[in-house]
């Protein structure tokens, strides 16, 4: 079983910066594509960003230029840089990880991190 464990989000104003953590933990072979989602009330799931295992990465067209993605192999881990922050970002933000075995992959989600942006 892997466990993901995210960090605090929180209250920003507009026009702010956040940079959340996703650390993966438990029993990992390595890990495809690490991902952040978010979901705000009322509207459905959607993909904020996503990187590979060989680092080519891919946002969601509300968030281009404003977001950045990155992973640390080593802690099996994933941030997200957060630039520019709009109260359109507010949403409850979910790390997702494809976790690889010897002969399956197996997808698992983080608990979910409240990001609000207001002044």
């Known amino acids: 079983q892997v466990q993901l464990v995210e960090s605090r989000g929180g209250l920003v104003q507009p026009g702010g910066s956040l940079r959340l953590s996703c650390a993966a933990s438990g029993h990992i072979f390595s890990i495809k594509t690490m991902a952040w989602y978010r979901q705000a009330p009322g509207k459905e799931r959607e993909l904020v960003a996503d990187i590979t295992s060989d680092y080519r990465t891919n946002y969601g067209d509300s968030v281009k230029g404003r977001v950045t993605i990155s992973r640390d192999d080593a802690k099996n881990a994933v941030y997200l840089e957060m630039n520019n922050l709009r109260p359109e970002d507010t949403a409850v933000y979910y790390c997702?990880?494809?976790?690889?075995?010897?002969?399956?992959?197996?997808?698992?989600w983080g608990q979910g991190t409240q990001v609000t942006v207001s002044s």
């Open positions: 997702n990880v494809d976790v690889v075995y010897s002969d399956y992959v197996d997808n698992y």
